[in-house]
């Protein structure tokens, strides 16, 4: 539904019509802030909705118009569930429909799925995920037989623990990515994080588990924010679609750009929280070549990435790896070559230090962020790079579980 608002710009007074999409279910407020393409002003406000479907709209500063009361509206159109172009008299619905032809209807499915899963299941899973954290397994297996009935068994063993809940947050977020690049992530991983002795000799020890654990729960609760901020990234959901069928990008899609300030505080955590995992894929590597774990170099092998800055010293141990800049650390993803696409994809070095610093604004009237440095990207690419950091985020979450499930085995052939 489209809310058509007649007013007038409050920074030039220009006649304005505003087309607003209506994406908040009954009873909830959107807000909105729009841009005058002849000022730059903002217009705010809110669309109020009630449980019997009707909507009406509030203006901050700006007043309201008789529709009557000019000949010569300039029209802003804006939805806050998908891209639009703000110039267009057509519907936004129409408009991505059309440009995604045969794919529209699976995307719009997929992100339906996405949303029914979240409002139904998330708070039961995120509960369940939470006891899970804190080894609450009578509470834990409570929360899982709510969320899957009669499939849920009626003694579960840990490696059943272990494997479920981690599978359900796999359905919940992996398939908001068409590419299936977080399944090839996973195998690429799983390849070499096979359970060595190396690799089994460093997982048993107790401060090494406390370590995962800690890491486990940021990362979990850095997911559990993303999905409470939804609204702020699924709308770039076409453009990963787009991009994946090789269709032209509508030079005019914009995003409505209130949540770059909440974006960027996801992006910078996201990436910290996967500098920290990358250690991870060191230990993997390093057991796989047959050193020991924490070992990057001994006196049988090395590992010396081909991208490593001739000014960097090598890393000789896990520990010397830890204190790398990120750039550095950046190298040792060479021998993972889909994670490491993945990555450079996603954390685009130049915006992500430029965040960092504070170094970065966004021009909300044509839809872009540039840094300090002169580099530039479309708000829109930007909000989908965050969407798809989701991906990684999940891939660490499964390879900490992997780790913790080596350990539980591990103990239990010692039992024996």
Not at 51 to 61: F, G, N, P, Y
Not at 123 to 129: C, D, E, I
Not at 214 to 230: E, P, T
Not at 236 to 260: H, Q, S, T, Y
């Amino acid at each position: 539904m489209i809310l058509r608002i007649y007013t007038a710009c409050p920074g030039c007074d220009a006649p304005t019509m505003l087309r607003i999409g209506v994406a908040v279910p009954p009873g909830e407020r959107q807000p909105f802030a729009l841009v005058c393409p002849k000022c730059s002003s903002t217009i705010r406000g809110e669309l109020i909705t009630t449980k019997e479907a009707t909507v009406s709209a509030r203006l901050d500063d700006a007043p309201d118009l008789p529709e009557d009361a000019s000949q010569d509206w300039q029209v802003i159109t804006s939805h806050p569930a998908f891209p639009f172009m703000p110039s267009a008299t057509t519907s936004p619905f129409m408009d991505i429909m059309s440009v995604l032809g045969d794919a529209g209807m699976p995307y719009f499915g997929s992100v339906a799925r996405f949303n029914s899963i979240v409002t139904e299941d998330w708070p039961q899973l995120r509960r369940a995920y939470q006891f899970y954290l804190s080894g609450d397994w009578n509470r834990f297996d409570t929360a899982m037989s709510r969320l899957l009935e009669e499939d849920w068994p009626g003694e579960p063993n840990m490696l059943i623990r272990h494997d479920a809940v981690h599978r359900l947050l796999v359905v919940t977020l992996a398939s908001l990515d068409p590419s299936g690049r977080y399944a090839e992530m996973q195998q690429e991983v799983w390849e070499r994080a096979q359970p060595s002795g190396q690799l089994i000799d460093y997982l048993r020890q107790d401060a090494v588990q406390v370590e995962l654990l800690k890491l486990q729960k940021r990362i979990f609760s850095q997911l559990a924010h993303l999905i409470d901020i939804r609204q702020a990234w699924l709308p770039a959901l076409p453009l990963i679609w787009v991009e994946l069928l090789n269709i032209a990008v509508p030079k005019d899609w914009r995003l409505p750009g209130d949540d770059f300030p909440v974006l960027r505080g996801a992006y910078q955590q996201n990436f910290e929280l996967s500098c920290q995992a990358l250690p991870l894929l060191v230990v993997t590597e390093n057991a796989a070549d047959g050193r020991l774990a924490t070992s990057i170099h001994d006196d049988a092998s090395s590992w010396v990435p081909g991208g490593l800055s001739q000014s960097s010293r090598p890393p000789r141990t896990l520990a010397q790896f830890k204190k790398l800049t990120a750039e550095a650390k950046e190298a040792f993803l060479d021998r993972f070559p889909v994670t490491e696409e993945s990555w450079l994809g996603v954390f685009d070095r130049s915006i992500r230090n430029a965040i960092a610093h504070a170094d970065v604004d966004e021009i909300i009237s044509d839809g872009k962020i540039s840094t300090g440095k002169g580099a530039t990207l479309t708000y829109m690419h930007f909000v989908a790079s965050v969407a798809r950091q989701i991906q990684l985020l999940l891939l660490w979450l499964n390879l900490i579980k992997l780790f913790r499930v080596y350990k539980l085995l591990s103990d239990q052939n010692k039992a024996k």
